[in-house]
T-cell receptor, first 113, second 113 residues
Framework: NAGVTQTPKFQVLKTGQSMTLQCAQD?????MYWYRQDPGMGLRLIYY???????DKGEVPNGYNVSRLNKREFSLRLESAAPSQTSVYFC????????????FGDGTRLSIL | AQSVTQPDIHITVSEGASLELRCNYS??????LFWYVQSPGQGLQLLLK??????LVQGIKGFEAEFKRSQSSFNLRKPSVHWSDAAEYFC???????????FGKGTLLTVNP
């Protein structure tokens, strides 16, 4: 019963390097989300995908791109990493309907030097 | 725009004491409200949710929350706190057509023996 799986769990990058964070869910959910969590800031939405084939910007999309590869997978890419992108990244998914809760992965801890 | 305020950044209680974590929201229509808990190094776990009906909702781990429309509040309560409840707690509001949630900045709970 995996739920939402994120890889990798930890990563250290140098400024300017690129990286793709992977997320997969096995709950047949339509909607998927990427958040970043920084101390004292709560969770901020980077991008989301309401359904397969669609993606939209969230609150803090600058410096990121996403791909909804299929219904199961939603990846987040940093094209040229910056120290300000050091954070913990969470992927989430939710079923159809506005009242459905989001289910979270365990996060990717990303440090950019 | 929807927003969530958790007025208390950090709360310390003794084991066995009662607990109330505050959450105030701003939303233009009937909100969908959620409480999540995050243990160190983990993702977010859903504690409970409110959509409609009975304003007192029960969740997992002995938690409950009360929706008060007149006060725009959704406070989380537990009659007797256990040491294992030490974690960070997030309130979230949603309900829009794009299924997005807006999270508060969290309340860190410390439990003293």
């Amino acid at each position: 019963n995996a739920g939402v799986t994120q890889t990798p769990k930890f990563q250290v990058l140098k400024t300017g390097q690129s990286m793709t964070l992977q997320c997969a869910q096995d709950m047949n959910h339509n909607s998927m989300y990427w958040y970043r969590q920084d101390p004292g800031m709560g969770l901020r939405l980077i991008y989301y995908s309401a359904s397969e084939g669609t993606t939209d910007k969230g609150e803090v999309p600058n410096g990121y791109n996403v791909s909804r590869l299929n219904k199961r997978e939603f990846s987040l890419r940093l094209e040229s990493a910056a120290p300000s992108q050091t954070s913990v990244y969470f992927c989430a998914s939710s079923g159809p309907g506005r009242n459905q809760p989001q289910h979270f992965g365990d996060g990717t801890r990303l440090s950019i030097l | 725009a929807q927003s969530v305020t958790q007025p208390d950044i950090h709360i310390t209680v003794s084991e066995g004491a009662s607990l109330e974590l505050r959450c105030n929201y701003s939303y233009g229509a009937t909100p969908y409200l959620f409480w999540y808990v995050q243990s160190p190094g983990q993702g977010l776990q859903l504690l409970l949710k409110y959509f409609s009906g009975d304003t007192l909702v029960q969740g997992i781990k002995g938690f409950e929350a009360e929706f008060k429309r007149s006060q725009s509040s959704f406070n989380l309560r537990k009659p007797s706190v256990h040491w294992s409840d030490a974690a960070e707690y997030f309130c979230a509001v949603g309900g829009g057509s794009n299924y997005k949630l807006t999270f508060g900045k969290g309340t860190l709970l410390t439990v003293n023996p």
